[in-house]
């Protein structure tokens, strides 16, 4: 079965150096997403894109979060200058040709800000 | 807006019992609801879902839910439970005039021999 990829598995980052997480979602899907666990916390919307754009995004996405698909098969989330509380784990979720369909969720980065 | 709210952020149950995870959900349109499982280092899985049409839903692994309007639930259960069963369980619902999904807070399952 087609899966979403994510990686690193694990990110170290100094506190205010730039990351950037990388995906591969399923080859037929259309939408692409970026979702945020802050450890003992829930899971949290950051962004979703489609057609090449920005469709959704949650108050957590300000100018520090940047997302990008690069060639026809990377989807990548670059946080600038990162801080402290940027530490979570940091999924990758891809669906079909419509919204509201179940959304298919990497692994996961672990990103750890020093 | 649109929340979820999992009672119960750890439920325990002899290997054999019945599993019930409860989840009640706020919504001011018609609701997509979702129930995912989340194995340890693993990412999110989906159990099963809700869109229209019947109420009670089955998944993967012996897991069904029952959508109840009246109620704002979406409780999952299983009659049985297996150790393998084992995991953290997420609620999520989304709408139709968005693609963001909303997130419980999730509940922990743990089973006992």
């Known amino acids: 079965e087609p899966e979403v990829t994510q990686t690193p598995s694990h990110q170290v980052t100094q506190m205010g150096q730039e990351v950037i997480l990388r995906c591969v979602p399923i080859s037929n899907h259309l939408y692409f997403y970026w979702y945020r666990q802050i450890l003992g916390q829930k899971v949290e919307f950051l962004v979703s894109?489609?057609?090449?754009?920005?469709?959704?995004k949650s108050e957590i996405f300000d100018d520090q979060f940047s997302v990008e698909r690069p060639d026809g098969s990377n989807f990548t989330l670059k946080i600038r200058s990162t801080k402290l509380e940027d530490s979570a784990m940091y999924f990758c979720?891809?669906?079909?040709?419509?919204?509201?369909?179940?959304?298919?969720f990497g692994d996961g980065t672990r990103l750890s800000i020093l | 807006a649109q929340s979820v709210t999992q009672l119960g952020s750890h439920v325990s149950v002899s290997e054999g019992a019945l599993v019930l995870l409860r989840c009640n959900y706020s919504s001011s349109v018609p609701p997509y609801l979702f129930w995912y499982v989340q194995y340890p280092n693993q990412g999110l899985q989906l159990l099963l879902k809700y869109t229209t049409g019947a109420t009670l839903v089955k998944g993967i692994n012996g897991f069904e839910a029952e959508f109840k309007k009246s109620e704002t639930s979406f409780h999952l259960t299983k009659p049985s439970a297996h150790m393998s069963d084992a995991a953290e369980y997420f609620c999520?619902?989304?709408?139709?005039?968005?693609?963001?999904?909303?997130f419980g807070t999730g509940t922990s399952l743990t089973v006992i021999p």
């Open positions: 894109f489609y057609n090449n754009e920005i469709s959704e």
């Open positions: 979720a891809s669906s079909p040709d419509m919204p509201n369909q179940p959304q298919h």
């Open positions: 999520a619902v989304s709408v139709n005039t968005g693609n963001q999904f909303y």
